[in-house]
């Protein structure tokens, strides 16, 4: 297709649009719809009754998944959605003493810290093979295991592969060639106060220059003509050279899973690529919530988000990367959506102490 999958896609991406941190406490309103979920550890019939999932609005799986869940475990699911995982993991800690449900899926490695020094997830054992591979993504400190990692996706700068092609630019490649006057007025990115991915790109610099350095990069990119959106989805949809809305800006900051759906019609290769030394990855965790109505039921629904099923169908249906070493990927992402070797890191605790610092500064760096 011409332009990024419809809004499936953007959908997805929008799990990272989110409200701003500041103000999520004030969302009480919770969207719930039924769902069903999967097998038991050991392929036994559990006992009826109902395990609340409570997680981003993006959360989906394949149609049939959860119904055959539902079907194998005798458990019935609730979801029960919030925003984002900043609003997630504040409404959390806002009900821990009378939680929202059984499970939350979504709490991403820019909140999980919070989670965990608010004790609103309690270790749980899981037996399901995917289980050693999650390990490898454990938040740091987290000794107990009371998040267990799903999923995850690198945030990186994309850009229009075509636009540059055609007037013989260069393309940029690092986050410190985009200071180069050479790509003023060439840059979008979303709002990090308002935006998931946002936030990830800002803790990409935070990572790349350190405490000393990243204000002035963020300095550097106003001065050069960056272009704040409010979320992913303008950004990409309304600005991005090849999001479909004939926008001006041919860098964007999307995801590495972004290019396999700017394959033209017909076509054979992207018209996008992914800069894969500008990424931050995001992880996405799940975990019992503590004081849960159904903690037994909860691991069974975390044993079947680990299951090779589940994590097949994360790339198709929440264009994330599964956890799992033991599932293929689709052949569209193995040509063009591989993650980063080196994506930046910044350690959750730190994220946890310094992000609402970090983000009054950017605002009055980049904003004013």
């Not at 965990?116 to 295991?145: F, K, T, Y």
Request: proline fraction near 8%.
């Amino acid at each position: 297709m011409t332009t990024p999958r419809p809004r499936t896609a953007a959908r997805t991406r929008a799990r990272h649009a989110a409200v701003p941190a500041v103000a999520a406490a004030a969302l009480l309103a919770l969207t719930a719809c039924s769902a069903t979920g999967g097998p038991t550890a050991d392929g036994a019939t559990a006992g009826a009754g109902t395990v609340t999932l409570v997680t981003h609005e993006s959360f989906a799986l394949s149609d049939g998944l959860l119904e055959r869940f539902e079907d194998e475990s005798g458990l019935s699911v609730q979801v029960v959605q919030q925003a984002d995982a900043g609003a997630l993991v504040n409404q959390l800690v806002l009900t821990k003493d009378a939680p929202l449900g059984d499970l939350v899926f979504g709490i991403d490695n820019a909140f999980a810290s919070r989670a965990l020094d608010e004790g609103v997830v309690v270790p749980v054992e899981l037996d399901a093979p995917a289980v050693q591979d999650a390990a490898e993504h454990a938040v740091p400190g987290d000794e107990d295991g009371a998040l267990t990692a799903v999923d995850l996706g690198d945030v990186c700068l994309n850009v229009d592969t075509a636009w540059f092609a055609s007037r013989g630019v260069p393309e940029p490649t690092t986050l410190e060639s985009l200071l180069d006057p050479a790509y003023r007025d060439l840059v979008v990115v979303p709002d990090p106060v308002t935006s998931s991915p946002g936030l990830a790109f800002l803790l990409a610099t935070v990572g790349a220059f350190g405490e000393d350095g990243w204000v002035d990069y963020w300095a550097g990119l106003r001065d050069n003509g960056l272009q704040v959106a409010d979320g992913w989805s303008e950004a990409y949809y309304t600005d991005f050279t090849a999001g479909g809305g004939d926008g001006p800006r041919p860098v964007v900051l999307s995801y590495a899973s972004s290019p396999p759906y700017t394959v033209p019609e017909g076509g054979d290769a992207p018209t996008t690529r992914a800069l894969l030394d500008t990424c931050f990855r995001q992880v996405e965790y799940a975990g019992v919530l503590a004081g849960a109505a159904n903690p037994e039921g909860a691991a069974q629904l975390l044993e079947f988000l680990l299951s090779d099923d589940v994590q097949a169908d994360i790339p198709v249906a929440m264009y994330m990367y599964p956890v799992s070493s033991s599932v293929d990927l689709p052949p569209e992402w193995v040509s063009w959506a591989p993650l980063a070797e080196k994506p930046f890191t910044v350690a959750p605790a730190d994220v946890a102490e310094h992000r609402e610092q970090w983000l009054t500064t950017w605002s009055d760096t980049v904003i004013g």
